[in-house]
């Protein structure tokens, strides 16, 4: 019998109770904490050696290929969101309890703050000045249109995270390429606009360790309108969630 159902049950030993506490709540953090660390230690690395080129083509792969990696990885323990957007919208499509969402948001954002620090420890200083630390910053002065660019593009990457890797009746095992592949083309299409950011915890580690802050509004505001409006076309599509999501 799975200790979750003995522990819920009562009948499993303080050892039994204890782990799976600590499978359940612990655990999913930790790896949330591990995974967007090393996602944004290579996104950052990537836009700080990528300054002596021209066009997104280096951060776009390197940021899908990363993604894509760890979802394949870790997705199996904790969903592997690594973005607080993407934990947004797929606890509220039923596919994640609420009580975990604040905690997994927390340690996005301090995984967030670990990743730049060690992309600016491994870059060389002035490649890291010159790039800003990695930190995310809108390419065009009208900031609506900056806004708008984040708001249809993290609408992308959660769709497909929502439909592809947590609705029971679309969901595919090559959801971690899918979603890798849709960062990729985001940061093709809008790299060149807003940034290309579509997640919080990636905008605000490099904000904190270079003291970056221009516009940084824009990457909250974006990425959380991004994802309501897919929780709101997943459930016009699909109504009731709790028949149709196999929770994480």
């Given at each position: 019998v799975p200790v979750w159902i003995l522990c819920e049950q009562r009948e499993c030993s303080r050892a039994d109770r204890m782990r799976w506490v600590y499978e359940q709540h612990v655990q999913p953090c930790l790896v949330e904490l591990f995974g967007t660390s090393l996602f944004v230690f290579v996104g950052c690395a990537s836009v700080i050696e990528n300054v002596a080129a021209s066009g997104v083509l280096q951060p776009a792969v390197a940021h899908g290929l990363a993604l894509a990696v760890l979802i394949m990885v870790f997705g199996q323990i904790s969903g592997g969101h690594f973005n607080p957007a993407v934990s947004l919208s797929v606890c509220l499509c039923g596919g994640m309890e609420l009580l975990r969402l604040v905690p997994y948001i927390l340690a996005q954002m301090c995984g967030g703050l670990i990743g730049a620090s060690l992309a600016k420890a491994i870059c060389s200083t002035g490649s890291y000045d010159t790039a800003l630390g990695g930190a995310i910053h809108p390419n065009t002065t009208d900031l609506t249109k900056a806004t708008q660019a984040e708001v249809m593009m993290?609408?992308?990457?959660?769709?497909?995270?929502?439909?592809?890797?947590?609705?029971?009746?679309?969901?595919?095992?090559?959801?971690?390429?899918?979603?890798?592949?849709?960062?990729?083309?985001n940061i093709f299409a809008g790299g060149t606009v807003s940034g290309a950011c579509m997640n919080p915890a990636r905008a605000f580690g490099p904000a904190v360790v270079a003291n970056q802050w221009t516009h940084h509004w824009i990457y909250?505001?974006?990425?959380?309108?991004?994802?309501?409006?897919?929780?709101?076309?997943?459930?016009?599509?699909?109504?009731?969630?709790?028949?149709?999501?196999?929770l994480k």
């Open positions: 993290t609408l992308f990457l959660t769709m497909v995270v929502c439909m592809g890797a947590v609705n029971s009746r679309t969901r595919s095992p090559w959801a971690p390429f899918c979603i890798g592949l849709a960062v990729t083309a909250w505001v974006g990425p959380t309108f991004g994802a309501l409006l897919t929780v709101t076309f997943i459930r016009l599509l699909f109504g009731d969630q709790k028949t149709r999501v196999v």
